[in-house]
């Protein structure tokens, strides 16, 4: 057995593996210990911190699906995380879970897993109307954004949606990563950017103002993530995939950086989270038969925190605090599997497809500054002539 992580990053709701209906202690339901822990959540947000220490657990690498599972360290069963996650920030009324700013391995062999947690929404947990409600919410907001992109920046590329509704189940699934537990060399850097430009005999001379640190990665700066690597060859983009963030809009269809989610979203409950919208293209390969191109829709999570009693979010006066969706005539939180494009809804099992599944769980390379540093690199790489036909057939539909 792989030797394990002696620190995790996270703390999360738990629930049992595999089988819903299963115990843990004494004949505890699944639904039961979900709705205990939302309750909780909301009467002593700080009681999660004592019940659920971190060092109470271990990582454990499996080698058959390429992904972590947790093994608790009393009783050596395995458990998967199921992580409701409104997606709201407000970092001073929220107790912090993190146990960890930095992952730490014993052994190299394990250091490109993922920490990836599945966001579910089943019908057979039979929570109250209210909290059932306002997970739909969620899961439409998801949506709402995904839709605002695609309308703005339509692609020909297959599509992995933020949300995969399991047909005739009402049953909904959101597949969420942590931040990548490694980066290929510095990551996607300018930098590095600039270093495999040359190398391939693309000299660049102009000299481009520095991007806004602020974080600006909105769609209207940086639609394309592809553009960026549009001067580089197939044989040097193996190994990396594209990210860029994709942010929210406000009721007057402005873009709205993540830490400004607060603003846009309507109040959610128990559990919230510090996380990116992430958008990642896969530019496909030509070898072995090839591999399909295709673009991810992924929540990034970069801390998980607990709700408390305060108020949040924009002033309620302003126009900008409204839902998302409000303006954009968004359904009733019952009709989330309306928004969903068809062939998200054609799935009949409980699991997400293959493809999804392997793109998800794939390391990717995620941060601001290499986001920052890539639309730096898009200017510098715009009107340099015609592009290179290394992504002609990427973008073309089978």
Known sequence: MRTPVERASISAIWMEDNVQGSTLGKSQSVADLIRDRIVELESNPDSL????????????????????????????????????????????????LTHAADFEFVDSRISKAKWRVIGVFPPSIHLPPDIKSKLKLQFKNLVLIQQAHQEAWPTQVKINNFVKAVELSGEYHVAMVTAP???????????????????????????????????????????????????????????????????????????????????VFRKGVWITADVSLKLWDMTGSRRGGGSEPSRTYQVSINQIKALSEGTYGADPAKKTSVSAGSKRGAPDDDDVEALLPPVTRRYRDSTPPESSQSQSSSGTVSSTSSSNAGMKTRKQLKGKGKQKAINDDAMEVA
């Not at 190994?239 to 709205?256: L, P, Q, R």
Request: charged letters at 35%.
């Open 49 to 96: 911190l004592r019940k659920y220490e971190p060092d109470e657990f271990k990582f454990r690498f499996d080698t058959n699906s390429k992904n972590g599972t947790w093994a608790d360290r009393t009783n050596k069963r395995v458990k998967n995380i199921t992580l409701i996650v409104p997606l709201l920030e407000s970092l001073d009324e929220y107790a912090d």
């Open 181 to 263: 537990a490694w980066r290929r060399a510095t990551g996607t850097s300018d930098a590095m950017l600039q270093g495999l430009l040359e190398e391939e005999g693309e000299k660049n001379d102009e000299e481009e103002e520095e991007d806004d640190a602020s974080g600006d990665g909105t769609l209207a700066s940086w639609p394309d993530p592809l553009g960026k690597f549009e001067k580089l060859s197939h044989k040097t983009l193996k190994g990396f995939k594209v990210n860029t963030d994709i942010n929210a809009f406000d009721c007057n269809d402005e873009w709205v950086h993540p830490t400004d989610y607060g603003k």
